[in-house]
């Protein structure tokens, strides 16, 4: 690469958490503006080391690089996939953009359905793999890169959450560890005087809970429901008067929920069937009252396993289908009416499961979590509701010098008992009272299943699961009997039934199938 080589950079979505320190190797002004700085950057970064600049930057990225002397622009995803990033080749030109909305507007693009991601859809609830509810717009998978030469793209991984466990150490040790990674990831977000106030969000569980007790959030922030069993909020507001923060509550109501799912499906670009992404976007809008920046916990659960799913054991035949799976085989086939015998729920995990056959039954689901689950759905819902709502979302423990610490901690330093993540509980109760520390995973509950239930709310479903998109996609026997069954008292069929509604408000607001 020379000295005159022209460097653009086309796109950027994302925070640069080490730019301080980027700047000082980097020979970068302090006083640029931050989108002036992180330019530079990333301009300077991609001089100096080419690809491997990935392994410098540390935060979240999307990225679009021009590099004119190999005419080839590269385009780049951070390596858990914090950022959402989406191409399409139209008109002999690669459109890529962290928006599907904004590949979809383009006159270039044709718009048509992907029944395969359809149908992968109602297994998991998520849009998994690299495929996207359009045919010919695809996701860049997290640790990827794609290079396009003006005729093709490739394709390359440049990061894999591999696990090598290091039995030399003890559960203590890695505790320190985390410690150390903790207060050198929060230091960096703390010296960011351009973000001289900011918020959290807080559960009441130990991710949320360190995270405040750690970072320079001056308040919290939860939702609540008058459904007492869903509703959280008085313990996350005891977490908060303990760490001696601000405490900021949103209160729910089932009509507000169900007014919002047809934005927060319509800005999400794609379907997902995770009802919390509603409840999360009513806090990030509550949120933004307040505060332009806000932490949350995302990634801790899947880099040390706080899922009850991560105990579970496997029979040595089964595939790990990630922590999210909703409907098997049996039900999509009688639900869809073009139904693929050829495509299989477990197509976008075998090729992974390969690659980590021989490890822990700990790691292996781990590697699947962080590789499918964590950025299809958990990453999708927080990044694109916080963009929608104008918040900028910062998630420290999704870090990758975290995941370095957590990749090489033994699987049998991370449960005792029935409780799960124990090395990391035992960091965060540095900065936590013991009952906090190591309190049961505590997340942001809704009450949808109660809610989609009850008929003062539930008429615009109805209507949906019933309508004429749904009647040239699905069989409206096994819908009729879906829905009657959920109604009728079978509350576990919630997650099949808003999965299918959600899909459908999607459809109607982009596409005519």
């Not at 653009?8 to 503006?33: A, K, P, Q, V």
Request: glycine fraction near 8%; charged fraction near 25%.
């Amino acid at each position: 690469m020379t000295d005159t080589n022209i460097i653009e950079i086309r796109y950027f979505s994302g925070y640069i958490r080490n730019w301080r320190s980027l700047c000082g190797e980097l020979d970068i002004s302090l006083t640029l503006s931050r989108e002036e700085r992180e330019e530079a950057i990333l301009k300077a970064a991609y001089a100096k080391w080419g690809l491997e600049m990935m392994g410098h930057i540390f935060g979240m990225f999307a990225i679009a690089l021009w590099d004119d002397e190999k005419k080839k622009l590269f385009v780049i995803r951070d390596q858990v996939g914090q950022k959402q990033m989406f191409y399409a080749v139209a008109d002999g030109e690669l459109i890529c953009s962290g928006d599907v909305n904004e590949i979809a507007a383009d006159p270039r693009f044709e718009k048509r359905l992907n029944k395969r991601m359809l149908q992968q859809y109602l297994f998991y609830g998520y849009p998994i793999g690299d495929e996207t509810f359009y045919e010919g717009m695809y996701k860049l998978m997290p640790g990827h890169y794609a290079e396009w030469d003006g005729k093709n793209v490739t394709v390359h991984r440049y990061f894999f959450p591999s696990f090598e466990p290091d039995n030399s150490k003890s559960p203590e040790e890695f505790a320190k560890e985390i410690e150390a990674v903790v207060e050198e990831i929060l230091g960096e977000e703390k010296g960011d005087a351009e973000f001289p106030y900011k918020e959290s969000f807080l559960s009441g569980g130990v991710d949320s809970s360190y995270l405040l007790a750690a970072s320079d959030a001056q308040a919290a922030n939860t939702v609540g429901y008058e459904e007492a069993g869903f509703d959280e909020s008085a313990l996350a507001r005891r977490t908060a008067e303990i760490l001696g923060k601000g405490f900021n509550v949103k209160m729910i109501t089932p009509g507000e929920y169900f007014e919002r799912i047809p934005t927060v499906i319509e800005k999400m670009g794609q379907p997902l069937g995770d009802a919390s992404a509603v409840a999360f976007s009513l806090g990030c809008a509550a949120v933004r009252e307040h505060a332009k920046v806000v932490y949350s916990g995302e990634g801790i659960d899947e880099f040390f396993g706080g899922y009850n799913a991560h105990k579970r054991v496997l029979p040595d035949d089964w595939t790990y289908l990630t922590c999210s799976h909703i409907m098997s085989e049996e039900v999509v086939k009688s639900l869809m009416k073009d139904f693929d015998e050829s495509v299989k729920a477990v197509d976008p995990v075998a090729p992974l499961w390969a690659e980590v056959r021989g490890q822990s039954p700990l790691a292996q689901k781990l590697t699947i979590d962080i590789s499918l689950w964590l950025e299809g759905d958990i990453y999708l819902n927080t990044d694109r509701t916080s963009t929608a709502c104008g918040v900028e979302l910062h998630t420290p423990f999704s870090d990758l010098r975290l995941f370095n610490v957590a990749r090489k901690i033994p699987s049998e330093y991370q449960f005792d008992g029935e409780q799960n993540k124990v090395v990391f509980r035992t960091a965060a109760e540095s900065k936590l009272p013991h009952e906090v520390a190591f309190r049961k995973k505590v997340g942001f509950p809704v009450p949808v299943r109660t809610w989609l239930a009850d008929e003062r709310y539930n008429k615009p479903v109805e209507e949906k699961l019933f309508g004429e998109t749904s009647q040239r996609l699905f069989n409206q026997d096994a819908v009729r009997d879906m829905w009657e069954r959920f109604t009728g008292g079978e509350s576990l069929l919630w997650n099949r039934v808003y999965a299918v509604y959600v899909f459908l408000l999607w459809a109607d607001i982009n596409l005519s199938c």
